[in-house]
């Protein structure tokens, strides 16, 4: 029998495990659990959702202080128009962050960004621009497009030097997605280099609407594969969403004519994982009912999460002048239902609670973490080191 160590995946000339560990936002896919991986040869993403505010906690810059300094008489305002972020802090600051890791890789595997478009961050095009490039002049290995269509995101790079020679990659939940990306950029001459194809089966936002079950990662995955071939653009497709082991991935590799996989779900629970460790204990408790898709993410796409994810109950008072990473011309839907002040609020605070870990984030997979974890003779489960976890799904 097969395992996914017996497969390659070719980028540039060279060969990597044909596992891309995926962008856990926010600093959960931590610098630590990225750099593991990239050396024990692997392909790993940073998130980069609320890139600056983890900057600030882990190499101590001082971007969401100077932008609570900059607006904190507005706090009263409904309006937050004014809320632009300070795009050179933003670069700089991003740069600084990306090139921090980049100085600790060995350059044995890939060290890649997931770059989210629904960051609006009350600037969306401008603040995308800033923050791609920045993790380009950085260095990283390439960029993953994610959570959006992304149709402006190849042109905002286009003047970058390293547009040609970083790796750029989306993620879809759809071949009509991939379709209308290739059909609206086609004029930029940029190929893409990977796709990913995200199932409903994943944790974080999803692609899907209220009728996610309707959707197999398969049958999709499938669809983008010949759309690779029909078009020309040949690049390896890696499945995501509900792979739990290499044998799993290579089930789907060879019914679909997928390359590869990108998990994050088994992750969320390594030691480097950025979870405090009595959430990684929730998390391998979880069993299936304690798992709901829902409306709570204002940036309109559902999201998967823990029922008991304590950003359901909480009643954030909105922090959009620190934070203010949904804002959209100026508002957000959390802020507009605090502001009516409605008893039953359908959001929560994603930017206060996602830099707090109070949103419990996970694909479907993760009622069996427990079938592969063990208790310690403290009874609590003893946590797995991402090259324990990167090698189980290597060999087993
Ligand atoms: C805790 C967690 C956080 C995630 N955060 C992001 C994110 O910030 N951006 C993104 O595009 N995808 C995010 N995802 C999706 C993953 O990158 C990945 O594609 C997906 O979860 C793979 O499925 P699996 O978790 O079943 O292995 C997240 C997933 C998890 C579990």
């Not at 060969?15 to 692997?42: C, R």
């Not at 933003?90 to 962050?97: F, I, P």
């Amino acid at each position: 029998m097969q395992c996914l160590d017996d497969f390659r995946l070719s980028f540039k000339g060279r060969d990597f495990l044909p596992l891309m560990v995926g962008g856990m936002g926010t600093n959960i896919s931590t610098a630590n659990l990225v750099l593991a991986i990239e050396k024990l040869g692997g392909m790993a993403h940073l998130s980069d959702a609320m890139l600056p505010d983890v900057a600030d906690r882990e190499i101590g810059t001082h971007f969401t202080k100077e932008k609570t300094i900059r607006f904190k008489s507005m706090i009263e305002e409904a309006d937050k128009t004014e809320e632009k972020f300070n795009l050179e802090a933003l670069s700089r600051v991003s740069k600084q962050y990306f090139s921090d890791v980049m100085e600790k890789a060995t350059g044995k595997g890939l060290v890649l960004v997931n770059c989210m478009e629904k960051l609006t961050m009350n600037d969306p095009i401008a603040t995308l621009k800033a923050r791609l490039n920045a993790a380009l002049d950085a260095g990283v290995d390439g960029i993953t497009m994610s959570a959006g269509l992304h149709l402006s995101s190849l042109k905002l790079m286009q003047d970058n030097p390293r547009f040609n020679d970083a790796l750029f990659g989306l993620v879809v939940s759809s071949a009509r997605a991939l379709n209308l990306f290739l059909k609206r950029t086609a004029f930029i001459g940029r190929k893409l280099d990977y796709v990913v194809v995200e199932g409903p089966l994943a944790g974080g936002h999803l692609g899907f609407g209220e009728d996610w079950r309707n959707f197999k990662l398969e049958d999709i995955v499938k669809d983008v594969v010949k759309l690779v071939k029909d078009t020309g653009l040949n690049v390896p497709v890696l499945g995501a969403g509900g792979i739990f082991s290499g044998k799993e991935a290579v089930d789907l590799m060879k019914k679909t004519g997928a390359s590869g996989i990108q998990a994050a779900t088994r992750f969320t629970i390594a030691q480097e994982s950025g979870l405090p460790d009595p959430v990684k204990q929730v998390y391998i408790d979880a069993k299936d009912e304690d798992v709901e898709v829902n409306h709570a993410s204002p940036t309109g796409y559902l999201m998967r999460m823990l029922k008991n994810s304590p950003a359901l109950t909480a009643n954030n008072r909105p922090n959009c002048e620190s934070y203010g990473y949904m804002l959209s011309h100026g508002s957000c839907p959390y802020l507009k239902e605090w502001l009516e002040n409605s008893s039953e609020k359908t959001k929560c605070c994603l930017c206060t609670n996602m830099r707090n870990y109070k949103v419990w984030t996970c694909g479907t997979s993760v009622s069996r973490l427990k079938t592969t974890t063990v208790r310690g003779q403290d009874g609590k489960w003893v946590l797995p080191t991402a090259e324990q976890i990167f090698n189980d799904y290597r060999l087993a």
